[in-house]
């Protein structure tokens, strides 16, 4: 059973920023790419950023691009989404997920097995 845990969100100001993690459990880690979407209040789920499983291949949505880094240990099990420069508009809820590990298309929800609970991520301005 996979189990995929995230936590760092929480209230910021606009231009603060925010470190994000996802500890997960139940696969061997490395084997799949990770990636996190989110989803704002009245808005479809979107994709954020994803990484490869050995870390070496990252790719990120235009809208967080230079702001936001994706990053992870496999030592740790651990993923990472490092928010810098953070916008109003970043407010929504972020959700880790895993790759099914079947393709390379990283930027669609239904390339993603297992998801987290989430977490809220609000920036004031």
């Known amino acids: 059973q996979v189990q995929l845990v995230e936590s760092g969100g929480g209230l910021v100001q606009a231009g603060g920023s925010l470190r994000l993690s996802c500890a997960a459990s139940g696969r061997t880690f490395s084997n799949y790419a990770m990636g996190w979407f989110r989803q704002a209040p009245g808005k479809e789920r979107e994709f954020v950023a994803a990484?490869?499983?050995?870390?070496?291949?990252?790719h990120y949505s235009d809208s967080v691009k230079g702001r936001f880094t994706i990053s992870r240990d496999n030592a740790k099990n651990t993923m990472y989404l490092q928010m810098n420069s953070l916008k109003p508009e970043d407010t929504a809820v972020y959700y880790c997920?895993?790759?099914?590990?079947?393709?390379?298309?990283?930027?669609?929800?239904?390339?993603?097995?297992?998801w987290g609970q989430g977490t809220q991520v609000t920036v004031s301005s």
């Open positions: 997920a895993q790759h099914k590990g079947d393709s390379t298309n990283y930027y669609q929800i239904v390339s993603y097995k297992y």
């Open positions: 990484i490869t499983g050995s870390g070496g291949t990252t």
